[in-house]
Every structure is written in C-alpha cells, then in structure tokens.
C-alpha cells in the first residue's frame, strides 16, 4: 500500500498552487501531456486536503483518461507515470528550478506529493571572529569554524581573522563543488539496454538521416552545380508571406536540400546524445550522407532514419519483423510486420484538418552485420513523422519504459536482453506537430 508523507504545514494553498504552476511552466513536463495531468490532479487533491482518497485507480481514470473497468493489477500505466514524473520533477529542480523556494516531490512508493520549502543552510548572519590576546598567545573567542581557536600573536589580529574568514568561505565553496560535481549514476536498466553500444567501443557514431525539402526562398544567389531550382507556384506566395516579409517584386524559387532536420528528430538525437553522456560514451555525430553502412565497419552506431527517406534504415529493416513504408490501402506511409509479423500495420490517425493527432515510432536494436567481429551493434529510431522518431528515442532512453520491457523479456523467456528485438511506440502529436506523450504498443525478438 504506497505510503503518504505530509506536506509542510506552512505552505499555504496559493504558494503551492505557484509551485505547482512553476513545475507545469518547466521544460522538464513541456511535452508530455500526461505527466501534466497527474502532477496537476494529485497536486490539487493535497491542496484541497483529499490527499488521503488518492488511488491508482482513481489517478489511471480522473488524470491519465483510462476507462472506468481500467485495472491497476492488469495495467501499470500509473504506477510507469509516476515513476516518469517523479524523474522529472528532479531534473526540474536540478536545473530550471534550481532556485524555486517550494518545491514538489512524488516520494517513492506513495502518490502523495509533498510540498517543502527550501531553507539556506543557515539563518543566522555571518558573525566575523572576534580575536583577543591573552598573555603571548592571541585567542579567537568566537569564529563561524566553530570552537575558539588559539593562534599566536606574531601577526596583527586582522591578518588571522582574515585567514579564518577566508578558510570558512573556503570550506563552504568545496562543499558546493565537490556536491555539484558527483557524477549521476545511471539506472541499471539504462546501463543494461546500451551496454551492447559501450561494451567494445569507447567512441559511438549518431547518423542522422534527413528527408529531402524543397527550400522556397526569394534570395537563392548561386545555385550549386548540377543541382536543380525551380521557379515557386503563385500558391506559394500567400503561404511564404506569413511567416516572412517579400521584398517588394521578389521572386520565390526553390532549391531541394537535404541539411534540414525536422524538430523531434533533433529532440531525438538530443535525449540519446544526454544518455551517453550520462553512461561515459564518447560520441560523433554525422549526416548519414557521410557516414554509410560500408563506413560504419567495427562501429557501434545510433541511426535516426526511416526507410522512406534513409538508405541505410531501409537496407537494415529490409528482413525485420517491423518496418516503415508506404501503403496504398491508407495512402500514408505507416508501420507495417513482414515475416510472422505480416498483416500487423500501424498508420497514422489525424484529426479534422488533417493534421497528425497520432503517429508511431520504432525502435530496432539490430547487430551490424557490417562489423568484421560481429559483435557490435547499430539502434535504429524510426517515425511515421519526426514526432514518431521523438517517441521512440524518449521511450529507449527512459529508465521506466526500459525497466518494464525488461521485465516483458523475461516473461518471454530471456533472462538476459536479446540480441536484436525491435518496439513499436505509439506517439500522440499535437497540432503544431509535437510529441504530447508515447506509449509502448508492442515487441518483437529477432535474435537471442
């Protein structure tokens, strides 16, 4: 049964509810949409004093959506949340947070949030040493080291005071150092999921694979040989002005590229990048332009690419139990099962305009065949759109979702991680084309 832990008393309802608001105005809960609801549901019911009627029952049907016959014992989506949200409300107040008076804590085991105010250290205001000479010797009667402190009197009294004032500011800035500078461990479910990536390399490579865009711009200037421009459509014109200004009689032309990386794969390659951070790896980061299969021989490699825009995604999911590709039923790319997998198809659901309200990305841990040991390993993040890429780089490198997919291995009879598995994430977009939340869909082992 989770345990509750009382709050501060001394807290009143409106400076929780700023806290609460700090919290929900953070990065940290910007893109989930989820952990957004359960911080603000709990919150609310320990403020209203009804934190003693909190279950996971009621946070799964009144703050996550779940439907009144949802059961706890079958489901552990709330229990997943609240590990999530309790990882990043310490990242909050880790970073953008730092400086927040009341703070907001999920204690392990309860569903209970605890608001506490943060005190300095100490009250008390700086009392220099007070020095007095007493026969040859000169004593310090009071000091903020703390007993009295006998020094000889060779020197002027204000040259030790000085000494001891500066020891203490000393000894303070050590003590916040040498704090701020002890490495974060990281979850053994993390540590396990990547060891194939950090076992035999000190060095990972993350490609980055890029669709190919149509650049619409009225200052073109030289074009690069043998690469097309074409004059832009008058439809274009409306469009482009809304977001730039056109100088009077420009002209729109456009140019295909292949530089631009659309936001969540960026977010993507910026989760993976703070994991191997996090695990000691050293990493270099290339376009997939420069850096091929065939250069990717006795490497462990991160790819960020789906087969509809990315040569080596679609050779390494060519054989795969999942893969991304166009269908003709849908007229949308989507996620399809080849093998025992056939006839599984996972396409995206849009909302009245158009838009992409739900979307699907995959992760495929898969051993490079390209290594002449044999022994290295490539992960592949894949996407119906870059919001689906987003997804499954967040789940793989979350120690929650890594944790519970553990666990589903072991219930299909590995006790230790596959050699090649691949996951499909389903991925909810908002309107601007952001990940709002994800959650694990389905698994396949390729290879033990």
């Known amino acids: 049964m989770p345990r509750s832990e009382p709050s501060d008393d001394s807290i009143t309802p409106d400076r929780k509810r700023e806290a609460l608001a700090a919290a929900l105005a953070g990065e940290s809960l910007a893109r989930s949409e989820q952990l957004r609801a359960f911080l603000t549901f709990v919150c609310e019911m320990e403020i209203a004093g009804r934190a003693g009627e909190l279950t996971e029952y009621l946070i799964g049907v009144k703050a996550l959506g779940r439907a009144a016959d949802f059961s706890p014992t079958e489901d552990s989506s709330v229990r997943t949340r609240a590990y999530e949200l309790r990882q990043r409300l310490q990242k909050f107040y880790a970073a953008e947070g730092a400086d927040a008076v009341v703070r907001i804590e999920l204690p392990k085991g309860s569903y209970t949030p605890r608001f506490s105010e943060v005190r300095a250290a100490s009250t008390e205001p700086f009392v220099a040493p007070v020095v007095e000479a007493v026969g040859d010797r000169a004593v310090v009667v009071s000091s903020p080291l703390g007993e009295a402190v006998a020094v000889p009197v060779g020197r002027d009294p204000a040259f030790w005071r000085g000494i001891l004032i500066g020891a203490a500011a000393m000894a303070a800035a050590a003590t916040f150092f040498i704090a701020k500078l002890q490495p974060t461990a990281a979850d053994p479910a993390v540590v396990a999921a990547w060891a194939p990536f950090l076992a035999k390399d000190s060095e990972v490579i993350v490609s980055v694979a890029s669709p190919l865009h149509l650049l619409v711009t009225p200052y073109l200037g030289n074009v690069p040989e043998n690469t097309p421009s074409y004059p832009a459509p008058s439809e274009l014109y409306p469009l482009f002005s809304r977001y730039r200004s056109l100088p009077k009689g420009g002209k729109l032309e456009m140019l295909p590229v292949q530089k631009a990386v659309p936001l969540g794969t960026v977010e993507s390659v910026t989760k993976v990048l703070s994991t191997l951070q996090l695990l000691h790896a050293q990493t ?21 690419g789906s087969p509809w825009y990315s040569q080596s995604a679609g ?11 166009w269908d003709e ?57 870059s919001v689906g890429t987003h997804g499954a780089a967040t789940f793989f490198t979350s120690a929650g979702d890594l944790r519970k997919l553990q666990e589903r291995f072991v219930k299909d009879g590995y006790a230790t991680w596959p050699r090649s598995f691949q996951v499909v994430v389903r991925c909810r977009a908002s309107s601007d084309a952001q990940l709002l939340s994800y959650s694990y869909e389905t698994h396949e082992v390729l290879a033990r």
């Open 329 to 385: 039923e849908s007229k949308q790319v989507g996620i399809f099962g080849q093998g025992r997998r056939e006839g599984s198809r996972y396409v995206p659901g849009r909302g009245p305009h158009g838009e992409y309200q739900e979307v699907f990305g995959l992760v495929s841990v898969l051993p490079n065949d390209h290594s002449a040991e044999g022994d290295r390993s490539i992960v592949v993040f894949s996407g119906l759109t």
């Open 315 to 325: 050779v390494l999911l060519e054989k795969t139990a999942f893969t991304t590709k």
């Open 284 to 304: 270099r980061m290339l376009p997939e332009s420069s850096s091929p299969l065939s250069a990717l021989r006795r490497r462990s490699v991160v790819l960020f």
